[in-house]
Each structure stands twice: as structure tokens, then as C-alpha cells.
């Protein structure tokens, strides 16, 4: 079975001979642990199907093919992760209350009349870190790195729905920021601050901070820098990096005492409630916990 399916590789005789009904978008895509984890649930729960990676180009208009082409196949489904997140909610028919505060969907199910969208990065964020630190986000002072991003803007929206007393969110200049910011001001309790990467009071948000999330894209690359000082750190913090692998930063925050964790927890879980909007029922978890190592 091929690595990566492309728009020229997914035809309807590949499909019918390898069973692919279910797929993760992106680009890249080659490293995603989706299908390992999804297969497991699958198995799991006796469903004859098999979940690929699934590689879109980033042209005006091949998303939106990619979809098109998926619906045709008889796809039941897929996860839509970096780029795509943004265009899979303005590409749906139909989107849950997450997906709609933030403007970005990871999960599609296909229905007679269109693509419905889910978010499910939000919960499964919000269960990982559960896991983590046996806290809930309402108890959490959190900073979330690259907030206007497709994981960052759910995130973000998921701190804000569950009242985290203190939320500040970070990124370079852009109006979208500031957007963000004033769609979940009225969905929380809790002061909801902005500033920009590098600024006086990203540094003074990130010291006194209880739980730090990179949301960026910084560290999937070995050569990528640090998204922040670590010097800003301190024994006793959370720092919770997106990216599903060992990064600089999440090594760097643990020199300084941190609790840290990669994006594993959160990818199990967002898995979990997307199989959950595919068949109608939670998969167990242990084998998809086991899957991903």
C-alpha cells in the first residue's frame, strides 16, 4: 500500500481494491501518525476500512478538488490537519459550535448534502491535558503560542468555552489576532489578553503563565528555532507542545523543571471524537494509545 496518496494515485480502482474510505489532508502529510491510531480503532471495533495520508496541493482550488474528489470515491470521512484546517470549515455545509468560533474544522464526515465539519483539536486538547497534569483548563493560567493558526484559533476558542481564569493569546502582528480575540471575548469569564511574539508582555505572560501551548508549527522541522526564550521558564509550569515528536523547546522547558508533553495525548483524543463523528460510537482507546507507541 502506497506511503502518501495523491489526487493522481486516488482512483476508483485503488479504492475498491485497498478499501480506503477514511484519510488524513495535508501537505506536509508524509509524517502524520493518523493511520497507525486509526487503524487500530478500526480494527478495534470491527470496521472494514482502511485510513491513509492524503497529500493536497496548496493552489488556489485543490483542497476543494481533494473534497470533491473524496466525496466521489465514497470517502466516509477524513482529518484535515496543516494547512487545510481554515479551508475544511469555509468548504462545509455544516459545522459544530467549535468549528464556527474559531473558523477551522479537523474533522469532515461526508453527508448526502455536503461535508459536515467538526473540531474536535478543542476537547482532545483539553482531555490531553487533563491526563498531563490532573487539571482542568478552568484552573489553568495558559498562553497559547500561534494562536491564529488553524490549532491555535481551536485551542484558543476551547480555553476561552471552558473559562480558564487567564488567556493570552500570541503572535506576530496580524489583524487576525485581534479578530480572534474579540469572537471569544464573549464566551468567557476569564481575562482574555493579546500580544506579539517577543514583546514585554508576551514575556511577562509567559512567566507568571501555569500552562504554555506551541501552537506554531515551529520544531516538526530539527532546524526550526525556539518559538520562545526558554529562560522565561520555571520549575513547576506545564509547557505542551502541539508538534507529535520530541522538540527543542519541549527538551529546553524540561531542563528548567517544566512539565512537558509532545502532542500525542491531544492527537489520540481529537482521534477518538473524530471516530466518534464517523461511526456514532467512542472507539476504545488502549489500542489507539498503543498504536501510536
Request: hydrophobic share 45%.
Amino acid at each position: 500500500m502506497t506511503t502518501v496518496y495523491t489526487a493522481t494515485d486516488l482512483t476508483a480502482e485503488t479504492v475498491a481494491r485497498e478499501g480506503i474510505r477514511l484519510g488524513v489532508i495535508g501537505n506536509p502529510i508524509a509524517h502524520s501518525k493518523s493511520p497507525q491510531m486509526q487503524q487500530a480503532a478500526l480494527a478495534a471495533c470491527g470496521v472494514s476500512a482502511t485510513y491513509v495520508r492524503v497529500l493536497a496541493g496548496t493552489a488556489a482550488g485543490d483542497f476543494e478538488a481533494m473534497l470533491q474528489q473524496l466525496a466521489t470515491l465514497g470517502f466516509i470521512g477524513c482529518n484535515v490537519t496543516v494547512p487545510f484546517k481554515k479551508q475544511a470549515f469555509a468548504a462545509a455545509v455544516q459545522a459544530d459550535a467549535l468549528a464556527t468560533l474559531c473558523g477551522a474544522a479537523n474533522t469532515l464526515v461526508r453527508q448526502e448534502d455536503g461535508w459536515h465539519c467538526h473540531n474536535t483539536d478543542g476537547p482532545g486538547f483539553e482531555r490531553a491535558i487533563s491526563e498531563l497534569s490532573g487539571k482542568k483548563l478552568c484552573e489553568l493560567r495558559i498562553v497559547i503560542l500561534g494562536a491564529c493558526g488553524g490549532a491555535g484559533s481551536a485551542l484558543a476558542a476551547q480555553c476561552a468555552l471552558s473559562n480558564c481564569p487567564q488567556l493570552t493569546l500570541i503572535n506576530r502582528p496580524r489583524p487576525q489576532l485581534d479578530e480572534l480575540a474579540r469572537k471569544l471575548a464573549p464566551h468567557t469569564t476569564g481575562t482574555l489578553r493579546t500580544a506579539h511574539f517577543n514583546s514585554p508582555d508576551a514575556d511577562e505572560a509567559i512567566r507568571t503563565a501555569e500552562l504554555i501551548v506551541n501552537a506554531t508549527s515551529l520544531g516538526l522541522a530539527k532546524e526550526d528555532a525556539l518559538p520562545m526564550d526558554p529562560a522565561l521558564l520555571h520549575e513547576g509550569q506545564i509547557v505542551y507542545d502541539i508538534v507529535t515528536h520530541d522538540t527543542p523547546l519541549r527538551r529546553a522547558a524540561a531542563m528548567r523543571g517544566c512539565i512537558t508533553d509532545n502532542g500525542l495525548g491531544m492527537l489520540l483524543w481529537q482521534g477518538a471524537l473524530a471516530f466518534e463523528h464517523w461511526f456514532g460510537t467512542l472507539p476504545p482507546i488502549a489500542p489507539m494509545r498503543t498504536a501510536l507507541g
